[in-house]
């Protein structure tokens, strides 16, 4: 297949997938915006986490609210668990990879607050064991997957959310987990601003 061929099917197989996610996803991106919403609005805090791609959604989400997304608003209370390399090392190595989002979240996290969890499998190790520490904390979780949302879709509450990508392909779904998270940013706005109900 000729290079110019492969990026025009990148990009369309971008957009159906897309379009297929919208069915599946427009409820629960409102029901997360809402709960989102609600804890921010009654002076709690997002966090969110993930590895790798899912890391660096977690960084650009938490921006997006601590400073602004696309209209002027005051900040908002968001912190991606991802950030502090001296925390993430040392909880690393002197305990286990996979406590360390679930160890910041049993030091910041507070009952009321919501989780943003990212996994394109839903499998990985520390997200699962930091919606372990957010539910004994009485945090509630949304849990952005793909692929059927692996082990993450069989551990949320009757509380919680899960956006799950109709997807196998990591590409895809990491393209429409941005999209998502535009999604989630614009709605919070909309709600905070009284732009929408």
Known sequence: MALASRIQ???????????????AMAGPIEAAVRAMVASLQA??????????????????????????????RPPLAAIALTTDTSTLTSIANDYRYE????????????QGDVLLAISTSGNSPNVIEAIHAA??????????????GGKMAAL????????CVPAERTARIQEVHLLTIHCLCDGIDALILGEST
């Open 9 to 23: 099917q990148q990009f369309t197989d971008s957009a159906q997938t897309k379009l297929q996610a919208l069915a």
């Open 99 to 110: 406590d360390v989002f679930a160890k910041q979240l049993q030091a910041l996290g507070r």
């Open 135 to 148: 539910h004994a904390r009485g945090i509630t979780v949304v849990a952005l997957t793909g692929k059927q």
């Open 156 to 163: 949320l509450n009757p509380g919680d959310i899960h956006l």
């Open 43 to 72: 002076g709690g805090k997002v966090m969110a986490c993930g590895n790798g791609g899912s890391a660096a959604d977690s960084q650009h989400f938490a921006a997006e609210l601590l400073n602004r997304f696309e209209k002027e």
